[in-house]
């Protein structure tokens, strides 16, 4: 397979040539003064540099001049066959350097199947019929001016379009306002309003049967039969409507549709009766009550406002809004409808469109009739001489003297008189039964509404506590229960017997469900989703969005105090949803405009050139399936945890007719594990022959842009004598990759292993015997797929037993492999983390536990940092060393500079590891040439002994740095050492495995860590 290879560039360092076999030759600068070889601190000489201020200097730095460190490239491709390797420490400020030095240092500026027998509603009976009646509730109280009808209109208007527009977009279910809010912007906001929506329209309930009590007890009072007083007689009233109403509402959909009707009929021979009585001639009397046929003169002069006792616009608006509050009332019972898709939007719009009219056309009616103050008195006509001027201009042309109301205050007039419209009617008592039927339908309404979305709400399970309300009874799926629920909220409302208080909350919450239809319309219509595809094409999301501050404004304007208490409860229920997280995905518009926002925000920073300053570490972690190695996963996401990238990876070898069905199944099994788990990573799979092939595929493809993974995490293979010649060709591989495509890498090794796979495996197939056998005739209650009730020990067995008995040391070895897997994930205990900073690879290898004592799993780890010094100048390395993490601005607990690591390594331990290689070695030195040509012919893997020869300095260094491991680090939490790094057809991959082996031998937790030689350092702001 083709890789990827440096072409030289800004990436490499000037004058070396990858094509070449012998080193780079450099030219040295005559004027700077070059730093010792490391020969003396590591016993042989190397093009690898010890950590320096020097490299991490900007060019042009007044302080002092830049150096360029070795590059990846250099290190991986170059061998030196002749010669001596001599890299200088300076370059020429105006020199292109490798990538990550000069260039980038530069600081420089669908709804089930119908049930038989279940009724469903059309468009008139099921949505037009109940807003009509929701909206004129308030008819009879309501003589205001047009601007304020228009004004109401305008804000239901907006909103049936918006709400038309979403209710077409797809099957509407049950659930009405809710349904619609949290489809359409998801579980947050959909729970926290249907909440106070379904509250809304129980309290709604007692605030209409207390309206509609008040007028039987006015009546009752009139006869001098009231029963015990006049609030406990609206509280007994109450109650026995509430009861029939609920009698209505148990017996079933059709029913309450039934009552509807003909409560509607009532209702409009009531309006009827208003306009007839306009037109019939007035009495004397009623002239004397300021009411008279249309004149033109009484019309003009009630077109202009005329507030009194405070009142405002603002405060009349507020009075008269709640009358259009009820455009809900038809999509709350979506559920029962047979059509909602087409029969919301014209139910509704129709709906509001005659309730406008008639609001209309009753007002100006009123105010064409109906002069704002009277006396009353039969006697008070204009007498011959006076002169008509004052407030009542209108009565006094008609021949009546109405002027001593603007000194004492009248009875009779539109502003003094609540019954001006029973007395404007033709028939008094007419309009008393179409109060009666606007209070009682709309009091109807709200007792079906609030059940129908709770119960919506319940079957969501958002609220898990409330989920004993989402049984339904009977062929419509009633919800008795929310009924009854709804029942005790509205009597217990009642009892108070006041509802001022209440009222405008209410109304607010209303008034919120509105602004939200109309923001989920503009927020799925400007999220641009394919999905978003309503039927209905008379809407603009600019109108949804007015619609939605309008809605806000409103308000406020009704009630400041409740309506902060309204988003403060919203706020609560929406924090709430949120950090629970119920396990729902309605591809919400929420989705759609967080993934339009990262798609955006990606493209912006592909713009952007990586900085030092910004540099973060993205990690590709080879974990295998996600659960599979947690001690990696744990920390790996220690070190990216809600500030850079993780992607827990796993490579699915062999055909891939075989691998593809298992992988997908996979995917969103592990993503959900990751989530759940509360890991902040993502999953990624390929199926791949080999697991080098897949390795590679996922190094070069991985990440999108500039979010893509710099850093390769993967754990050591510690069973690598054992695993065969082609699983360490391929791990060995794996990491030669990583250099080529210059990824930074990190290899960690426990004691113990990483890989608890065979556990995993063994549990899930325990669990699913157990589940099979729950799941037999007789064989008890069935328990879940994760029963806490089954034991550990049980599933402690390895990938081999899993058929068999359990060995007792496999028990043993496995407990203590689950134990070290979950180490990371626990708080660490006080102690350090020992950072052996041998080479400078750019500042990664100190940068990353760093980060780690940022976390507070880790933060009681200090940072000690060993480096590699000269006999004689410790304290100048020290010095050195210090002041370079200080400017890094990296606190650190202790500088320790060792000048023993090229001191000789005893016999006995270096037996050791000749003993470790034995069995790959080829020893063809004691063969002569053809059949030494023949053994390395036939076994191009083995370690030949001139390769042991030449590599000889090198492999004592590992040696020797276990010795001075053990002596320094042994009770470290965690210990980050300098990765060696095996040039490319040099070493041999055994010989290679040997040296990490022999190098993290009998340790703490170790990482080797290798950055890519660009500075993800600086000490410049």
């Not at 009353?376 to 004052?390: F, L």
Request: charged residues 20%.
């Amino acid at each position: 397979m083709e890789r990827h290879r440096s072409v030289g560039g800004e990436r490499d360092n000037p004058g070396f040539d990858s094509t070449l076999d012998e080193p780079p030759v450099y030219q040295e600068a005559d004027h700077r003064t070059v730093r010792p070889s490391v020969v003396s601190a590591f016993g042989h000489d190397t093009l690898d540099r010890v950590p320096n201020i020097d490299f991490y200097r900007n060019a042009g730095s007044v302080s002092g001049h830049r150096a360029v460190r070795p590059s990846l490239q250099e290190l991986h491709n170059v061998f030196q066959k002749n010669g001596e390797i001599s890299v200088p420490d300076t370059v020429n400020d105006d020199d292109e350097g490798s990538d990550g030095t000069p260039s980038d240092d530069l600081e420089s500026a669908i709804p089930s199947d119908a049930k038989g027998g279940t009724i469903k509603f059309g468009w008139i009976r099921g949505v037009l019929v109940i807003v009509i009646l929701s909206c004129c509730a308030n008819l009879c109280v309501s003589g205001l001016g047009i601007v304020v009808i228009v004004l109401s209109c305008v804000v239901t208007t907006i909103t049936g379009l918006s709400m038309s527009a979403i209710c077409t977009n797809g099957v509407v279910r049950g659930g009405g306002a809710y349904y619609m809010i949290s489809r359409s912007l998801g579980p947050e906001f959909g729970g926290s309003i249907g909440l106070i929506f379904a509250f809304a329209n129980a309290v709604a309930v007692a605030m209409y049967v207390v309206g509609f009590a008040e007028t039987v007890v006015e009546l009752l009072k009139d006869n001098d039969l009231l029963m015990v007083s006049e609030i406990n007689d609206i509280r007994i009233v109450g109650c026995i409507t509430v009861v029939l109403l609920l009698a209505i509402s148990v017996a079933g959909m059709e029913w309450e549709a039934k009552a509807q009707i003909l409560l509607l009929i009532i209702l409009l021979v009531a309006i009827v009766n208003v306009f007839v009585g306009t037109f019939i001639p007035v009495t004397d009397r009623k002239k004397s009550e300021g009411i008279f046929n249309y004149q033109s003169n009484i019309f003009l002069e009630n077109f202009t406002p005329d507030f009194r006792d405070g009142e405002s616009f603002f405060s009349v608006f507020a009075i008269f809004f709640p009358a259009a509050t009820g455009i809900l009332a038809g999509a709350n019972i979506s559920g029962d409808l047979r059509d909602p898709q087409a029969a919301i939007p014209k139910g509704t719009l129709l709906a509001i469109l005659i309730t406008g009219v008639t609001y209309l056309g009753v007002a100006l009616c009123v105010s064409a009739t109906v002069v704002r103050d009277a006396t009353g008195n039969a006697t008070d006509i204009i007498t011959a001489g006076m002169v008509c001027n004052g407030s009542s201009v209108a009565a006094c042309e008609l021949g009546y003297d109405f002027s001593s109301c603007a000194v004492e205050k009248c009875k009779f007039g539109s502003i003094n008189n609540n019954q001006v419209m029973t007395m404007v009617s033709g028939f008094g008592p007419l309009i008393i039964a179409g109060t009666f039927s606007a209070t009682l339908s709309s009091a109807l309404a709200s007792l079906v509404s609030a059940p129908k979305v709770f119960q919506a709400l319940c079957k969501d399970n958002i609220y898990k506590i409330l989920h004993f309300f989402a049984k339904g009874y009977g062929k419509n799926n009633e919800p008795i229960r929310g009924y009854v629920l709804t029942f005790i909220i509205s009597v217990a409302f009642i009892l108070v017997g006041n509802l001022n208080v209440i009222a405008p909350i209410i109304s607010n919450f209303f008034l919120a469900s509105y602004a939200l239809i109309n923001f989920s319309c503009f927020h799925a219509s400007y999220a641009k989703s394919p999905g978003w595809r309503p039927a209905y094409k008379f809407y603009n999301m600019w109108l949804s969005l007015a619609g939605a501050l309008l809605c806000c404004v409103v308000m406020f304007v009704i009630n400041w105090w409740a309506a902060l208490l309204t988003y403060a409860i919203e706020i609560l229920l929406y924090v709430y949803v949120k950090v629970k997280k119920p396990d729902v995905n309605w591809g919400s518009s929420t989705q759609a405009v967080t993934f339009v926002s990262s798609v955006s925000n990606a493209l912006s920073l592909s713009g952007v050139e990586d900085h030092v300053k910004n540099f973060r570490p993205q990690i590709l972690a080879m974990t295998g399936s996600a659960r599979s190695r947690p001690a990696l996963l744990d920390l790996a996401h220690s070190l990216t945890k809600n500030y850079g990238l993780c992607i827990a990876c796993e490579v699915f070898e062999g055909p891939r007719s075989e691998t593809l069905e298992e992988m997908n199944a996979g995917m969103e099994k592990n993503q959900l594990w990751l989530r759940k788990s509360k890991r902040k990573a993502f999953y990624s799979a390929v199926a791949c022959n080999s697991f080098r092939e897949g390795a590679e595929s996922l190094l070069q493809a991985s990440g999108l842009g500039r979010m893509k993974p710099n850093t390769l995490m993967i754990g050591f293979q510690r069973n690598w004598r054992t695993a065969g010649i082609e699983a360490v060709q391929s791990y060995v591989g794996v990491l030669h990759d990583a250099l080529d495509f210059e990824y930074g890498t990190v290899i960690l090794r426990t004691n113990h292993g990483l890989d608890v796979s065979h556990i995993v495996e063994a549990e899930d197939e325990n669990e699913q015997q157990a589940l099979d056998k729950d799941m037999m005739p007789n064989g008890g209650k069935a328990k879940g797929l994760f029963s806490k009730s089954r034991k550990s020990k049980q599933v402690l067995t390895t990938r081999v037993s899993v058929c068999g008995p359990p060995l007792q040391q496999d028990d043993k070895m496995n407990e203590k492999l689950l134990e070290a897997s979950s180490q990371f994930k626990k708080k660490q205990p006080k102690g350090t983390i020992d950072v052996w900073w041998l080479f400078d690879d750019g500042g990664l290898t100190l940068l990353l536990p760093y980060i780690l004592t940022t976390r507070k799993k880790w933060k009681d780890s200090k940072l000690r940092i060993f480096i590699a010094g000269q006999p004689g100048r410790c304290e100048q390395d020290k010095q050195e060393m210090k002041s370079l993490v200080e400017k890094f601005r990296i606190n650190c607990t202790d500088i320790n500079v060792i000048d023993s690591i090229n001191v000789p390594i005893q016999k006995w331990i270096f037996s050791r590891f000749k003993d470790m290689i034995e069995p790959f070695c080829l020893h063809e030195a004691s063969r002569d040439t053809a059949q030494a040509g023949a053994m390395r012919k036939e076994h191009p893997w083995k370690i030949t002994d001139q390769e042991l020869s030449t590599f000889e300095e090198k492999t004592n260094l590992q040696v020797r740095l276990n010795e001075v491991l053990q002596e320094h680090s042994k009770s470290a939490n965690l210990i980050i050492v300098s990765m060696p790094i095996a040039r490319k057809e040099s070493v041999s991959d055994f010989l290679y495995m040997a040296w990490l082996d022999i190098l993290t031998k009998d340790l703490p937790p170790t990482l080797l860590i290798r950055g890519n030689h660009k500075s993800v350092l600086t000490f410049y702001s």
